[in-house]
């Protein structure tokens, strides 16, 4: 059984919408974790080294990070929509995304919470770089990927969902998110979000 350690509202929701979308079969446990407004606490029974969500429990290993744990899944249930097969056509486009999430988004929204004006000149760029490709992307097709929904569109499009204010104001941007909120399987993964929910 895939266990997630999950706590409410946090970046471990889109994983469960993730595994709806997927229709895995999960067992969600629900941890508390350290908020950033001070509130709850570390929890001894979320095997994450930091404490922190998402982590996945499958096959007695635990794997950490957002975007690896969205990679993992979507090569645990392969031939679904979520993202191309390995070899097949967009693959390489797909692991693209993955990789600018990890590597780019996560650092330079992360610190642009802390202070949007300290960013580096280097983040600074990244961060108008980021901008632009999404929307750029999105110029072209309804989702990331082209004209079909994946996982890349709720790994990024998640963040929107929280923060919009976290990229610039766009009518494009504002009409993926829409799109995004419009899917059932994320209906259902809000349904669970909270123990008891
Ligand atoms: N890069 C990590 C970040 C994980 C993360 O910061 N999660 C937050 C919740 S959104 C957390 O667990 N915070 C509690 C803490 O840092 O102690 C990922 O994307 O998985």
Redesign the pocket.
Known sequence: MLKVYH?PQ???SRLIWLLEELGADYEIRYVT????DGS?A?DPANP?P?????AIEHDGVVI????I?FGYLCDLYPGTAMAPAVGAAGRAQFAAWIGLY?GVL?PVI?ARFRSAEGLTATQAAAYDQLTATLTGALAHGDYLMGDAFSAADILFGSLLMFFRTALPESSVLDGWVARLSARPALARARAKDAPGA
């Not at 974790?33 to 950033?36: A, G, K, V």
């Not at 930091?50 to 998402?54: C, D, F, G, R």
Request: hydrophobic letters at 35%.
């Open positions: 706590a946090t970046r471990s974790i350290q908020r950033m709850g570390p994450h930091l404490k922190q969500v998402p950490t990070e957002s975007a744990i990890a996560e992360t």
